[in-house]
Structures are given as structure tokens and as C-alpha cells.
């Protein structure tokens, strides 16, 4: 499974974007994507996932901000993010996981929230 995201980049405080990431290969293993992010000198944490049957979960920092979707004819999952805060300032990684267990990553996505 590859993992490409796209939709980082610099916006200011209150302001949105939308991540996107596709998955290609053994697609039909994967039964849950998410987000994930890390800023500088912590410990990555979890933003969002959605299952293949759309059940979503929530970091406590995204819940009421930011909302998961998927297009699972596309095999791409979608992070809109709203009210961005400088706080969100972070490398923001798409993760998929099979149902042999096995998980994937991203190679990330910088997104930037000036004050």
C-alpha cells in the first residue's frame, strides 16, 4: 500500500484547509485510514480516523474543528480542517491500516497556521 497526501501548506489563524490522501496497491486490505500529526519536539498524536464501514474517531483536538470523510471509489480520504489555530502547526501524516495488521504511512504533509 502507498499512502500520497496532498493540502498542506500556510494559512492563517482561523482560517481552513483540506488534506487529502490516496492510497494505492492492496487497497482492498485497508480497513481504516486516519491522520496523524506531529509538531516539532512532540510526540506524534492522533487527529482522526474513519473505517471502512465510516466509523470516526476523534482526537481531542480536532473534535468540533476538524471532520474525516472518505471516497472509497477514489480510495482517498479527506481531512477538512476549520479554525485553524497556531497551535495546529504541525506535519500532519496519513496512516492506513490492513486487516492482516499491517500499517502504512505517509510521507507527510506540512501545514503551517500563522498568527
Known amino acids: 500500500v502507498q499512502l500520497g497526501e496532498s493540502g498542506g501548506g500556510l494559512v492563517q489563524a482561523g482560517g481552513s484547509l483540506r488534506l487529502s490522501c490516496s492510497a494505492s496497491?492492496?487497497?482492498?486490505?485497508?480497513?481504516?485510514m486516519g491522520w496523524y500529526r506531529q509538531a516539532p519536539g512532540k510526540q506524534r498524536e492522533l487527529v482522526a480516523t474513519i473505517t471502512s464501514d465510516g466509523t470516526t474517531n476523534y482526537g481531542d483536538s480536532a473534535k468540533g474543528r476538524f471532520t474525516i470523510s472518505r471516497d472509497s471509489a477514489k480510495n482517498t480520504v479527506y481531512l477538512q480542517m476549520n479554525s485553524l489555530n497556531p497551535e495546529d502547526t504541525a506535519v500532519y501524516y496519513c496512516?492506513?491500516?490492513?486487516?492482516?495488521?499491517?500499517?502504512?504511512w505517509g510521507q507527510g504533509t506540512q501545514v503551517t497556521v500563522s498568527s
Open positions: 496497491g492492496s487497497v482492498f486490505s485497508i480497513n481504516r
Open positions: 496512516k492506513a491500516s490492513s486487516s492482516g495488521s499491517y500499517t502504512y
